[in-house]
């Protein structure tokens, strides 16, 4: 249902920038065709079993709160709340099968995968990777990322998503099994995003390598209106920002082979670099602040200029 919801955003956003009316109303038309097969699609599903399954998981969620603190069962609230408004648009479906009703369906259940694979997505990295190494020590293998903006928990969740894609690109152009050596987490923190992470070390040294690229590039070409540039989408721009070739040069891994797959990795990497980065003015990369803004230059330098005053000595 979240899929054919997208192919019918999809279908309108197309029509919107069209000039000529008529699209619009060929967008309405497919739209029709399109709600009349998701009716037939739903008729081979039992709603007992869809509706029982969903009071399943509500009563988990139910059972799962008292043991959790405030701030956990305000995230599972988010779930909660969108698994009975598809209850909801579900039964009323059921009783009409009308197309309004249809479109209803399409519209939460889309909001309840969101929720639901956020959920997933953040459950699955911690138990998957979640070290105890809290006592470790910082080495080479290491990335300790802080982002100093205001994070909710979705926006965190799509960066911390975002350093996770950036590795699995990495080994795949490195030749190296992400799941022999996956990112793992030694401790993240939330509300500002803190990420410190462990992995495999040429992989771990070429994710610093490219965040501090991309970081650059930003504050270079940071724009009059106040806003962030965006990474460019030609393969040849971006490999200029972020020289990957040259990274797998310096591990003696030839390019040649490779051509189609850099450039897909090259794209996707700067895509997730985009949203690690988005809306930071500053960030602190193993030790180093970097700033992606001239405000965010500012504060460093103010900061700067403090640790100078305290370090002089008393005449």
């Known amino acids: 249902m979240s899929r054919r919801q997208t192919e019918i955003t999809n279908l309108h956003s197309r029509s919107l920038v069209v000039p000529d009316g008529g699209e619009t109303m060929a967008a309405v038309n497919q739209t029709r065709s399109k709600l009349r097969e998701i009716i037939q699609e739903n008729k081979k599903f039992s709603p007992i079993r869809i509706l029982k399954e969903i009071e399943s998981v509500l009563g988990t969620f139910t059972e799962a709160e008292s043991g959790l603190d405030s701030e956990t069962n305000a995230r599972i609230n988010v779930v909660k709340t969108e698994l009975e408004a598809f209850r909801s648009a579900y039964e009323k479906f059921i009783l009409g099968q009308q197309l309004g009703e249809t479109a209803q369906l399409l519209s939460v259940a889309q909001r309840v995968d969101v929720a639901i694979n956020s959920s997933i997505m953040f459950a699955s990295v911690v138990l998957k990777n979640l070290c105890s190494e809290t006592g470790a020590e910082r080495t080479d293998d290491h990335l300790e990322i802080y982002l100093s ?4 928990f979705l ?3 799509e960066k911390a998503n975002s350093l996770e894609q950036i590795y699995e690109e990495l080994c795949h152009l490195f030749n190296v099994s992400a799941k022999q050596e ?3 987490i030694i401790k993240i923190e939330s509300g500002t995003a803190w990420l410190w992470l462990k992995g495999n070390l040429p992989i771990i040294t070429a994710m610093r390598s490219v965040i501090e690229k991309a970081a650059h590039y930003f504050y270079r070409n940071y724009t009059d209106e106040g806003k962030l540039s965006t990474i460019p989408k030609k393969v ?7 020289h990957l070739s040259d990274e797998l040069k310096q591990r003696n891994i030839s390019t040649e082979q490779l051509d189609e797959h850099l450039k897909k990795a090259s794209n996707s990497i700067g895509n997730q670099l985009e949203k690690l980065l988005r809306g930071e003015e500053e960030i602190e990369l193993n030790g180093e602040v970097i700033a992606l803004t001239p405000s965010g230059q500012q504060k460093l330098i103010a900061k700067k200029h403090v640790r100078l005053i305290e370090d002089k000595p008393a005449q």
């Open 149 to 152: 903006s205001e994070t909710d």
């Open 236 to 242: 040849e721009t971006i490999e200029s920002v972020l």
């Open 182 to 184: 996956p990112l793992k």
């Open 155 to 157: 926006l965190f969740l």
